[in-house]
C-alpha cells in the first residue's frame, strides 16, 4: 500500500509538472477569424485599455456601452448603432464599417483597423484597435460579451493581453450597470469621434484628465 500511494504522489507530482505553460504573448495576439454573421448582435462592454487622449477619465464615469452590430444590403459593411450612458446621462451613434478578412476598417474621416484576439470566453470579443488622424496614432484594447460579466480568468487574459501590449491594466465596468433605452436618438458617430481626435487643445486636457483620475482614484 505504502509503494502504491508513493508512485500515485508521483505521478501527480509529475502531472503538475507538466501542466500547459501560460500562453505566450504571440499567441495572446495573434488575430483569430471571425466571420461577419458572428459579428452580428448585440455586444455589451465589459473593460478596456486605450492610450486615446481621455479615454482613462472617461473609463472611470463610463456607466455602460452597448453595441448593436447590423447587417446591411452590402455583404461588407455592418452598421453599428452604439448607445452609451456617461454619469447617468445617455446617447447614441451610428456608423458604417467595412469588415473583410476578420477586420473591420473605417478609411474616412480617420483611420482604424480592428482585429481579434483569442479569448477563452465563448460569446465575447477581445478587440485590439488602431486609430490614425493627422499624424497620430492611438491603440485600444477591449472587451465585449453579449452577458454582463465574464469570469476573472476571462479578465486575467484580457490584461495579459494588455500587459504584452505594453498598455495599462484594463479598467472593467461595474456588471450592476444600467443600459440605455434602444430608441435613443442617435447622432453621427464618425463625425462626433473625428471632431474628438481634431481638437489638439482638447486633447491636452484629456490627457491632464486621464492622470489625474488614475492618480487620485487608482
Given at each position: 500500500m505504502k509503494s502504491g500511494g508513493v508512485v500515485v504522489l508521483l505521478l501527480g507530482l509529475l502531472s503538475v509538472g507538466r501542466a500547459a505553460p501560460p500562453m505566450s504573448c504571440d499567441a495572446l495576439l495573434?488575430?483569430?477569424?471571425?466571420?461577419?454573421?458572428?459579428?452580428?448582435?448585440?455586444?455589451?462592454?465589459?473593460?478596456?485599455?486605450?492610450?486615446?487622449?481621455?479615454?482613462?477619465?472617461?473609463?472611470?464615469?463610463?456607466n455602460s456601452i452597448l453595441l448593436d452590430i447590423r447587417a446591411t444590403s452590402l455583404?461588407?459593411?455592418?452598421?453599428?448603432?452604439?448607445?452609451?450612458?456617461i454619469y447617468g446621462e445617455c446617447s447614441g451613434m451610428i456608423y458604417n464599417v467595412t469588415m473583410e478578412n476578420s477586420t473591420m476598417l473605417i478609411e474616412h474621416p480617420f483611420y482604424l483597423k480592428e482585429v481579434y484576439l483569442p479569448t477563452d470566453c465563448s460569446d465575447c470579443l477581445a478587440v485590439y484597435e488602431?486609430?490614425?488622424?493627422?499624424?497620430?496614432?492611438?491603440?485600444?484594447?477591449?472587451?465585449?460579451?453579449?452577458?454582463?460579466?465574464?469570469?476573472?480568468?476571462?479578465?486575467?487574459?484580457?490584461?495579459?493581453?494588455?500587459?504584452?501590449?505594453?498598455?495599462?491594466?484594463?479598467?472593467?465596468?461595474?456588471?450592476?450597470?444600467?443600459?440605455?433605452?434602444?430608441?435613443?436618438?442617435?447622432?453621427?458617430?464618425?463625425?462626433?469621434?473625428?471632431?474628438?481626435?481634431?481638437?489638439?487643445?482638447?486633447?491636452?486636457?484629456?490627457?491632464?484628465?486621464d492622470r489625474l483620475f488614475d492618480f487620485f482614484i487608482n
Open positions: 495573434k488575430p483569430i477569424s471571425i466571420s461577419n454573421e458572428q459579428m452580428l448582435g448585440r455586444w455589451l462592454y465589459l473593460g478596456g485599455s486605450s492610450d486615446l487622449p481621455g479615454s482613462r477619465s472617461l473609463g472611470h464615469l463610463l455583404s461588407n459593411v455592418l452598421t453599428i448603432l452604439q448607445t452609451q450612458r488602431e486609430v490614425k488622424s493627422s499624424q497620430e496614432s492611438f491603440r485600444s484594447l477591449m472587451l465585449f460579451s453579449k452577458q454582463r460579466s465574464v469570469s476573472p480568468a476571462d479578465v486575467e487574459m484580457l490584461r495579459m493581453q494588455a500587459k504584452c501590449l505594453q498598455m495599462p491594466s484594463p479598467l472593467m465596468m461595474d456588471p450592476s450597470y444600467e443600459l440605455c433605452p434602444d430608441d435613443i436618438a442617435t447622432s453621427d458617430g464618425l463625425a462626433a469621434f473625428n471632431s474628438l481626435l481634431e481638437a489638439k487643445m482638447g486633447q491636452r486636457v484629456a490627457r491632464l484628465l
